[in-house]
């Protein structure tokens, strides 16, 4: 039997289905089983057609319903930025339903009666927290990265060591937000040891900054050599050190073996740049903070 010729047409289907969903999404998911059903009789795996109105009715279910769903981290890695990053708290929860279920005083000052800032309703919270001068957010901390690059390095030459040129998700690599950003990457050391004197050894009259980068998800152990931030600023050249996932506290007072560096730390020791996610260790929104 030719399965092919026994195929409804679009339009001779589209006039049932039409009569009970929205047209356009109706004729979506016909086109779309339509298709599927003839790639599958063509690979000789589809033997006939008692499921087509079944399939029809299951892809407009699909395609009138979201696909964002709640589901259960079994993955072992706690903050996962595939599953959602950080759940938010009960309490932040609901003051965000409170605010975007009403109007709000997102860009407007109250006291003065005028336009205002929403950075405004943050920025001495993260000074507070950070001991920092100055705060500026922006999407994500890839936008971060390649703002303060773009800003205060284009045309010029960024130090960094080959081994913390990282990957994250997202195909996010530091080189390719460099090349992006203007700024031309100087790579100093190796991937497992990088001294000082690498470092000092690529400064010209052209270098606007020393970039270093947290390595958040990978560690390398072995035959190792790194450079402290306190050694880094004795060279005298700005520093931009970019924590990545982001942290305010030191976990290890709370039982975690494991040391992050916080913007706190960082800005006490006298970093000039800091920049780092809001939405991982921080477990706030998807953020970018300088």
Request: include cysteine.
């Amino acid at each position: 039997m030719n399965l092919f010729r026994h195929i409804p047409s679009v339009s001779e289907l589209l006039e049932k289905y039409s009569k009970k969903h929205p047209q356009a999404m109706a004729k979506r998911a016909i086109r779309e089983v339509l298709q599927k059903l003839r790639q599958e009789i063509k690979e000789g795996r589809r033997k006939d057609l008692g499921d087509l109105h079944k399939l029809i009715e299951s892809r407009i279910r699909e395609l009138s319903s979201t696909n964002l769903k709640r589901v259960i981290n079994a993955t072992g890695v706690v903050i996962n930025t595939n599953l959602g990053r950080s759940p938010l708290s009960e309490r932040v929860a609901q003051f965000i339903k409170e605010i975007a279920t009403n109007y709000s005083n997102l860009e407007y000052d109250l006291q003065e009666g005028k336009r205002g800032s929403r950075l405004e309703h943050v920025r001495d919270y993260i000074l507070e927290l950070t001991g920092a001068e100055a705060v500026h957010l922006v999407n994500n901390n890839a936008g971060a990265v390649y703002l303060v690059l773009n800003t205060l390095a284009k045309d010029r030459d960024v130090i960094v060591s080959r081994g913390e040129l990282v990957e994250i998700g997202g195909s996010f690599r530091v080189p390719d937000i460099m090349r992006a950003s203007g700024a031309n990457l100087i790579e100093v050391g190796t991937t497992n040891r990088t001294r000082l004197s690498d470092y000092k050894e690529a400064i010209t009259q052209n270098t606007a900054l020393i970039m270093k980068v947290h390595r958040s998800n990978f560690y390398i152990e072995g035959f190792v050599q790194d450079v402290g931030v306190e050694e880094l600023l004795s060279i005298g050249l700005s520093v931009y050190y970019d924590v990545g996932s982001g942290c305010l506290l030191d976990l290890r007072k709370y039982g975690l073996n494991v040391h992050e560096p916080t913007f706190g730390e960082l800005i006490k020791l006298g970093v000039h740049i800091v920049s780092g996610s809001g939405d991982k260790l921080l477990g706030g929104p998807q953020a970018g903070i300088i």
